[in-house]
């Protein structure tokens, strides 16, 4: 056994973590909450550290022989059956720079979340069974090297909101889980159509990714075939990353989810949809995004102003973080959309910093809506006299937001920037104006909740709960190292991303 | 020299039929659920039968009949779906009826019935496997007497059914009369050398063939029977309805197209497609509406239809490669289908014994009365729809990308379309379940251990296929590999030696 199989074992480790914790959950009597909370913990906490492990263990290019993808680990699951040849579906894992840095934010979201739903007392086992089948679909997309499986664990990530919203959710929980399933599923009907094509174009009679990316790059898939079909994974995965105009699930489903929900929805799921981008569309068909990006820069600069700009007149917490997300994914999808090695690094910072930052937002909604049990903004004032731990946590949370330097934001946006003004600078002055907004935005929220005279409804309130504190310090712990010490994850992100197809340096 | 060997499974299921006839006949007191228990060790003792011919040749008898993997996959098939659907049955009918032995005795005939539609590889044999199939289950629909509504479905049933009989011999008759043979071998080689003249008579043929299997099937717009039989019937009976029936349905599909019609396939490929198309449209629309879950089941099995009449179609557009990985994968969604179904259906009578309750409101608060009961029901529906971890994932994935030829392009992507459509309704009765408390007054239940015991071996079969689809992928393509063989040239000759009538071709 090689090392690079050894830590093979290590993907699949974190990848059965949630699925035993899940198995395990099955067997517990649905009353011995704190047995279904303590596997959660414990789950969670498994999950962090292999996480960590395997972000830290990614090698970087270090002069010698440098391959993207490490950690790779396969076995036959069907092959030579019917229209499946050599090799045709495999259990094959493996991550590159992009996928490390989303496992680390899955294992610090869902470790947060699960720490945040600890006080949940309403069918407390079967929330966490859902919830542990989602991080699992979350963590097989990223880890899959194979067609079949990434969809198999990409739609597994999205069946069970619908459970999770309709029944845990709060304020019209029924429309928003039906809206947000429905829409997202139709996205997936145009991944689905896309897969069927690309399997039956390539001829290959496999769906190992990786030799399909190569069938993309040497011309197995012909360039038209690949400009008619980019438009269905794009549209596919843009769905799930907010891409405007089918970003309208988005604040309806955010409004409506439970805390834990909403944090690992906005804070990783969404980052799904731009993987997938990358992985379909940027990797599989080369040819057809290069065609298309302009398209994608146009629909990411709407819509990181339009969320922008929709989030400055909300009343409700969560519909500013929800729009704010659409802006924010906006810019992910710009800095894709430059198909220049620096803006699509900062796309994917951007998918980490607004993983942990907007985790740490609804964190703190939720926090302050289980005591008050209302998220308008008008009803709050003085909560810095009342909460001031609550406040300086969601400032932290709030300035990453705006991209204040030495926080996560800036990092990802920089580098997002500056590979739009060397692409489209147009659409660079209105990400930097979409920016300035997102301060108007904050800081209005600021002023509104967090100072002038105290309403007397919310002196009782009490300040976060230590473990809520402990999640929140997690987060911020990672807001704050990659603003400040940034390299770690620019090197393996930009290491696999200047060997894309396509891609400028 | 005539091999009756090939018959013995069947020779099982129908023996035990009579058996349990006579045992009632004979110990009127009998309990009813006993009798239930023996239907299942017969159909098991049936399916052990039918895996002794696994590792044989493929044997004919006077070449009528064949005994081959695809005929074995069909046998396991009915045996797997009379044992399941006796055990549900077992409390269900003790209430209702005075006597049962006919009930477990015409399951286990209709099962036979669709083996040798499997089987058959004339048209005439297969036509008489269909009407065995059909009148135990026009019986066994209307088998609950005192209750008007399940005779009401039986008669409808009856007059359709006989319509559509009347049909199908119609298309054999035409198809006879160009060919001048009912052998599906010698059929393949006078379509491949008719001549032009005899085109109308042959697609006149093949429409009203198609028909009546349509009907069969509950193709629309041949689909108007199934709602009502399905919501009259008993609810066990519902489930063999859109199991065994519709499975008995496609195999014989799948002889003809692959075999017999193959050769000719410009002249039916067209309306297949067009048939699939309405089919699945049809369903999923009508399916929305309705607010009784047998309806409901009724109306989402015929859009599963639909999606599996891609697969007929595509055996018209591509070759046989094409052809046989299609059919590979049409075997391997039905399994995941029929298992589902089944689940579905074991779930929904644990709970109508308990409430007699059978509409999608009744459903209310499920998962706080009986969480194991909505699960199952959730998994089945979820399978349906396609969603990943179940069958339906796999089965429908390798279905649709099978038949994804460039002529059929339309017809997949709006499978896809509808397979997202469908998903909606299937919401909706989790929302029933899951959403919301359950009615005042009904208190946490417990399910029968019978059926506790049926519905999580079902559902670990749907996860299992669903996860690992290898091991019944790789079944069900030996099975459909036989299909493909194409014996006209040699076997054609030996049966020459067999008693046959009018060979001539006109």
Redesign the interface.
């Known amino acids: 056994m090689t090392f690079d199989e050894g830590q093979g074992y290590v993907v699949l480790a974190t990848l059965l973590a949630p699925v035993v914790a899940m198995t395990l959950l099955l067997f517990v009597p649905?009353n011995q909450k704190t047995a279904v909370r303590w596997i959660s913990i414990l789950a969670g906490a498994v999950m962090l550290g292999l996480s960590t492990y395997i972000f830290v263990a990614y090698q970087v290019e270090s002069g010698g022989d440098f391959s993207p993808i490490q950690m790779q680990l396969r076995w036959d699951?069907?092959e030579n059956?019917?229209?499946l040849g050599e090799d045709g579906i495999q259990l094959h894992l493996g991550v590159d720079g992009i996928s490390a840095l989303m496992v680390l934010l899955t294992g610090i979201v869902a470790f947060a979340g699960t720490l945040a739903s600890i006080k949940l007392d309403y069918r407390t086992k079967?929330f966490f069974i859902l919830f542990w089948?989602l991080v699992a679909?979350v963590y097989g997309t990223f880890f899959s090297l194979d067609l079949?499986f990434f969809?198999?664990?990409y739609?597994?990530a999205v069946?069970p909101l619908?459970?999770l919203i309709?029944?845990w959710g709060s304020t019209r929980k029924?429309y928003g889980a039906?809206k947000l399933?429905?829409m997202l599923?139709?996205g997936?009907?145009l991944i689905?159509?896309g897969?069927?094509?690309v399997?039956?174009e390539a001829g290959l009679g496999t769906f190992n990714l990786v030799a399909l990316w190569e069938a993309g790059e040497s011309g197995g898939l012909s360039e038209n075939f690949q400009k008619t079909f980019f438009p269905c994974f794009v549209i596919g995965c843009g769905v799930l990353a907010a891409l405007w105009p089918f970003h309208t699930w988005s604040p309806d489903g955010h409004m409506s989810a439970p805390t834990a929900v909403s944090m690992v929805h906005a804070g990783v799921l969404m980052k799904l949809g731009a993987f997938g981008i990358i992985r379909l569309g940027i990797q599989l068909l080369p040819e057809g995004a290069e065609f298309w990006m302009p398209g994608l820069m146009v629909l990411g600069t709407i819509g990181a102003v339009y969320g922008a700009v929709a989030a400055l007149t909300q009343r409700d917490f969560k519909l500013i973080s929800g729009y704010s997300s659409v802006s924010h994914m906006g810019y992910v999808l710009m800095g894709l959309a430059t198909m220049n090695a620096i803006g699509i690094t900062g796309a994917v910072l951007q998918m980490f910093s607004h993983g942990v930052m907007t985790a740490l937002v609804f964190l703190m909604i939720g926090a302050i809506y289980d005591q008050a049990h209302t998220r308008d903004l008008k009803d709050f004032g003085g909560i810095g006299k009342v909460m001031p731990l609550w406040v300086i946590f969601y400032t932290i949370a709030g300035l990453a937001n705006v991209g204040l330097p030495g926080l996560s934001g800036f990092t990802a946006e920089f580098h997002i920037f500056v590979g739009t003004f060397r692409t489209y600078p147009v659409a660079g002055v209105l990400a930097i104006f979409a920016a300035a907004l997102a301060a108007a935005y904050m800081l209005r929220l600021f002023s509104i909740v967090f100072f002038g005279p105290t309403n007397p409804r919310w002196l009782n309130l009490h300040d976060i709960t230590p473990m809520e504190r402990m999640s929140g310090a997690l987060l911020i712990g990672a807001i704050i190292v990659m603003g400040v010490w940034w390299a770690p994850f620019v090197e393996r992100v930009g290491d696999t991303v200047e060997l894309l197809p396509r891609v400028a340096s | 020299m005539r091999d009756y060997t090939i018959f013995i499974p069947e020779f099982i299921a129908a023996g035990a039929a009579l058996g349990l006839i006579g045992l009632e006949l004979f110990v009127p007191r009998v309990r009813k659920d006993v009798l239930a228990y023996l239907t299942f060790l017969a159909a098991i003792a049936w399916a052990v039968a039918a895996l002794f011919y696994i590792d044989k040749d493929p044997n004919t008898f006077e070449n009528v009949v064949r005994v081959d993997h695809f005929t074995t996959f069909f046998r396991l098939l009915a045996a797997g779906c009379v044992a399941a659907t006796a055990l549900m049955s077992a409390n269900y009918l003790r209430g209702r009826t005075a006597t049962a032995s006919e009930y477990y005795g015409l399951l286990l005939i209709a099962g036979c019935g669709a083996v040798y539609l499997a089987a058959a590889r004339e048209l005439l044999t297969a036509y008489i496997s269909l009407e065995i199939l059909s009148f135990s289950l026009y019986i066994l629909v209307g088998f609950i007497k005192r209750d008007i509504r399940s005779s009401e479905a039986s008669l409808k049933y009856i007059l359709l059914g006989a319509f559509s009989s009347a049909t199908l011999l119609y298309g054999i008759s035409f198809v006879y009369g160009v060919t001048g043979s009912t052998y599906y071998d010698q059929i393949a080689a006078a379509l491949a050398e008719r001549s032009s003249d005899t085109d109308a008579g042959i697609i006149v043929g093949f429409m009203l063939i198609l028909a009546g299997v349509g009907f069969k099937v509950s193709a629309a717009p041949f689909h108007m029977w199934a709602p009502d039989a399905y919501e009259g019937a008993p609810l066990p009976i519902t489930g063999f309805l859109s199991t065994l029936s519709k499975a008995g349905g496609f195999a014989l599909f799948l002889r003809l197209f692959t075999n017999a019609f193959q050769t000719d396939a410009v002249e039916w490929r067209w309306a297949v497609a067009v048939l699939a198309a309405v089919t699945m449209v049809v369903g999923n629309l009508i399916a929305i509406q309705q607010r009784n879950m047998k309806r409901l089941v009724a109306y989402s099995s015929i859009s599963q239809v639909g999606y599996m009449l891609v697969v007929i179609a595509a055996l018209g557009y591509g070759d046989d490669e094409?052809g046989?990985?299609a059919s590979?994968?049409l075997l391997l969604h039905m399994v995941g289908y029929i298992i589902a179904t089944l689940a579905l259906f074991t779930a929904l009578t644990a709970y109508y014994n308990r409430t007699g309750d059978d509409s999608i409101g009744g459903l209310r608060g499920l998962?706080e009365t009986q969480?194991f009961l909505a699960l199952v029901i959730t998994v089945s529906l979820?399978s349906y729809a396609g969603?990943?971890?179940f069958a339906g994932?796999?089965t429908k994935?390798?279905m649709?990308?099978?038949a994804?030829t460039d002529e059929l392009?339309w017809l997949?992507?709006l499978a896809?379309?509808n397979?997202?459509v469908s998903?909606?309704y299937y919401?909706m009765v989790?929302?029933q379940m899951?959403?919301f408390d359950p009615r005042p007054g009904l208190a946490r239940f417990r399910v029968s251990p019978v059926l506790w015991l049926l519905g999580a071996g079902l559902l670990a079969a749907v996860v299992f296929i669903g996860v690992?689809?290898?091991p019944a992928?790789?079944g069900?393509?030996r099975a459909?590999e036989q299909l493909f063989e194409r014996p006209f040239e040699t076997e054609a000759a030996a049966a020459a030696g067999a008693p046959q009538q009018h060979v001539s071709v006109p």
Do not use: C, K, N
């Open positions: 649905g699951w069907i059956t019917a229209f079967d089948a679909g079949f969809f198999f664990f739609e597994l069946v619908y459970l309709g029944v029924e039906l399933t429905l599923v139709a997936s009907v689905w159509i897969i069927f094509a399997f039956h | 094409v046989q990985a590979s994968a998962a969480p979820f969603l990943p971890f994932f796999a994935l390798f649709f990308q099978a994804y392009v997949v992507v896809v379309i397979s997202f998903l909606y919401l989790m929302r899951y959403l690992y689809p290898g992928f790789e069900a393509e459909a």
